[in-house]
């Protein structure tokens, strides 16, 4: 198979030489044109990439059309591939990046020319690429394998950057959901307590309710009922599941505080695993056997 355009007896086509992409990209972005587009197709002009608004792939606010579905389906795999190219060497733009890690200001890669070869680029002051090439030996192939280390290291780098950054995003959002949820709650409880019954008057008593025991000079309760108990009565009954409903006329006097629960029905968080599901299984088996051994010997 014979390449159109590096015209050497190669594997591959135009649709996938490295090195007419890579050409053409470098052109492109030094001088906004492509000296080989009318020998791609009549209707491609030499300034393809040129964005709506004017601007050439090395301007700093070009933009990239090809993703325009309407575009598709006029530009050709080679095409592409130049344009991947033209992003390669965007990214070797200084203070072009906001993950909080600089870009790297050079570019090697391997063309499958014939021979190949390896080439580095780098920008000038004038924003204008230069390219440095290696004979695909081991000098070249050192370089080549040097800049792969870094660059990998920078992608996993960037990758992490944006994991931490997802993740503090991620806390953020549970801890706003958290408040939103607080303040919810204090709302909701305000309003249980505003809408307790409040009599201006006690009911006259003279035993308490509960124990019957005449009321004192001290230990006595009148609820916002107005029904009146011992201390001790009403403090034993307020722990209990209902106890914020007055034991006479069952009228609400009292809120609990968030996330109360009645003595003896704490809940654990419970782990369900294997391990704990097995254990808890043969000690209600050894306790069950204890109990019937102890019956027999009673017998």
């Given at each position: 198979m014979t390449c159109s355009y590096c015209r050497t007896q190669t594997n591959h086509n135009i649709s996938n030489c490295q090195t007419a992409a890579f050409t053409r990209a470098f052109e492109l972005y030094n001088e906004g044109t492509d000296s080989f587009a009318n020998k791609r197709s009549s209707t491609l002009r030499e300034d393809w990439l040129k964005d709506n608004d004017g601007n050439n792939p090395s301007d700093e606010n070009w933009r990239d059309h090809s993703s325009n579905r309407r575009l598709q389906t006029r530009v050709s795999p080679a095409e592409f591939k130049v344009i991947e190219y033209i992003h390669k060497f965007r990214r070797i733009r200084p203070n072009t990046s906001s993950d909080g890690h600089n870009n790297m200001c050079y570019y090697v890669t391997r063309l499958n020319s014939s021979p190949p070869i390896i080439v580095n680029v780098s920008l000038n002051n004038e924003n204008k690429l230069n390219r440095v090439d290696y004979q695909d030996n081991d000098e070249g192939m050192t370089l080549l394998n040097?800049?792969?280390r870094r660059h990998t290291r920078l992608i996993n780098a960037r990758a992490q950057y944006r994991t931490n950054i997802w993740r503090q995003q991620q806390r953020d959002r549970e801890q706003q959901r958290q408040q939103a949820r607080q303040?919810?709650?204090?709302?909701e409880q305000q309003l249980r307590q505003e809408q307790l019954v409040l009599r201006e008057e006690p009911i006259e008593a003279n035993d308490c309710a509960i124990c019957m025991e005449p009321f004192g000079?001290?230990?006595?309760t009148i609820l916002r009922c107005g029904h009146q108990f011992c201390g001790d009565c009403i403090f034993q009954h307020f722990q209990g599941q209902h106890g914020t409903k007055c034991p006479s006329c069952r009228t609400e006097y009292a809120t609990r505080v968030q996330g109360w629960n009645p003595p003896g029905r704490q809940t654990?968080?419970?782990t369900h695993?294997?391990?704990?599901?097995t254990n808890s299984r043969i000690t209600r088996i050894e306790t069950l056997m204890e109990q019937l051994i102890t019956a027999q010997l009673n017998r």
């Open positions: 040097t800049y792969t303040q919810e709650l204090q709302r000079n001290t230990n006595k654990q968080p419970r695993t294997h391990n704990q599901d």
